[in-house]
């Protein structure tokens, strides 16, 4: 047995290179013409025997020579696999990555398996076209990957697993990228070469829903919300609704508006994008740059009360006089077509923009304003199906308290706490001012000193809430008897006003009587002279 192995080795050994051989002078010195026809018909026929097919997915595509998104998604997908199976690795350093993305080597192999069927996945590199002159640096090869399965399976990957594939690939691209905070830039500098109407830096605030001040139970509704609307995409299309939500973010300043947008960026894996609407010149341009923005983002609006005069009734004193300066001074007036003009996006725009059929360009889009004064909001721009959640940030409360105490000081209980308590239902102090208050100065001070500054600040809030309360009091006493006054001065007047004319009738008839009264004395005393001087007579 031992002697027909050793003989059936050299044997095997020839027959090889006989083969290695003969496929080499195939390739060297027969015809091209001829050539492929027969690869043709040799694959037919060795097809009828082997029960494997392949598919190919080459790294780039088209005439431009574009990398394949498909290609990508692979190799992201198969990151996961060859880390773990694949003897020989290949480090890049992907774009917009985290980390180091570790993909199969050329001519490495991993295997899958997906619904009981295993398969296999294999990096190729064809080697370069070899050319005797060009002016074009050498080409390095092409790269593709192989998949191989038995061909009793062909509907199965072809379908599921394919679509598969590319979902957990772009979920782990997704995973693996990082967070980008993007500005959109004036439309002037639009055209210029390789300009893009949005700019960006790498995001890497560090806030998530754990370390927000907030109560419990508020944060974890807001949490739910959000991952209920990631996974919302077959919901959204079944009742014929974009795929997109509105959370409007009001309270006063320092009580984490910001920061609750980084927690939403953090816990959705989205990118932010700013947009300053005083840079944008008209509806227009505001559409331009919604259709630009991918899937998968938080489009936020800071301060939108602020931002524009959106609704024509917040038009400010300091304008006016400007405009009647501008008017009134030639020069200003000769270069005002020369100067910047301002935006004049609409309020109507806006809308369209949220909630128009604009906003249908995309899914999974998450908008969010932030305002300091809700009331002064146009009732349109907020109402449900435009910002769809009304998110309250207010004071802070003993429940954020004890979060920013485990923050900040790692305590989940103290003494001091109880007093802590009674005080922040008191007063109103921002979680921003607690938040600095609990932060150590130095290496020295200690948890102890932070709570007794803490407490001390309260009630320094307190007694400036309490005098200022009766400052307010003393005022509104004061202007309460000032109008009080006003009032019975108004009143006093009007039934003077009212009793003038009774008073005029009155004198006047007095005054008539007065005459009545001096016309018989008159005539009396005619009569008197004239008796007189007939008894002289």
Known sequence: MMMMMGEMWPQLGSVIASAMFAYAMFQQYFPYQLRGPIEKYTQKLFGYVYPYIHISFDEYSGEWRTRSELFTTIQSYLSTKSST????????????????????????????????????????????????????????????????????????????????????????????????????????????????????????????????????????????????????????????????????????????????????????????????LTTVKNNTELRKLLIETPNRAIIVIEDIDCSLDLTGQRKKKKEKDDEDKEEKDPIKKMRGGEERKPSEVTLSGLLNFIDGIWSACGGERIIVFTTNFVDKLDPALIRRGRMDKHIELSYCCYEAFKVLARNYLDLESHELFGTIERLLGETNMTPADVAENLMPKSDIEGADSCLKALIEALKTAKEEARVKAEEEAKLKAEEEAKLKAEKEAKLKEEEEAKLKPEKEEKEKVESAKEEVKCKLCNGTSAKQDGKENGDNH
């Open 85 to 276: 199976e694949a003897k020989r690795l290949k480090a890049q350093d992907v774009k917009d990555s985290k980390s180091l993305v570790l993909t199969m080597d050329d001519n490495e192999e991993v295997t899958d398996e997906f619904q009981g069927i295993k398969l296999w996945w294999a990096s190729r590199k064809n080697a370069p076209i070899q050319s005797s002159f060009s002016f074009y640096p050498r080409s390095d090869g092409k790269r593709h990957y192989k998949l191989t399965f038995h061909r009793r399976h062909r509907d199965i990957i072809t379908g599921s697993y394919l679509d598969h594939v590319r979902k957990q690939g772009k979920a782990i691209a997704v995973s693996n990228r990082q967070r980008k905070l993007y500005i959109n830039n004036p439309a002037e500098n639009w055209s210029y070469y390789k300009a893009t109407k949005w700019s960006a830096v790498v995001f890497e605030h560090p806030a998530t829903f754990e370390t927000i001040a907030m109560e419990p139970k508020k944060k974890e509704e807001i949490v739910n919300d959000l991952i209920k609307f990631s996974k919302g995409k077959d919901y959204y299309a079944k009742i014929g609704k974009a795929w997109k939500r509105g959370y409007l973010l009001y309270g006063p300043p320092g009580t984490g508006k910001s920061t609750m947008i980084a927690a939403m960026s953090n816990l959705m894996n989205y990118d932010v994008y700013d947009l300053e």
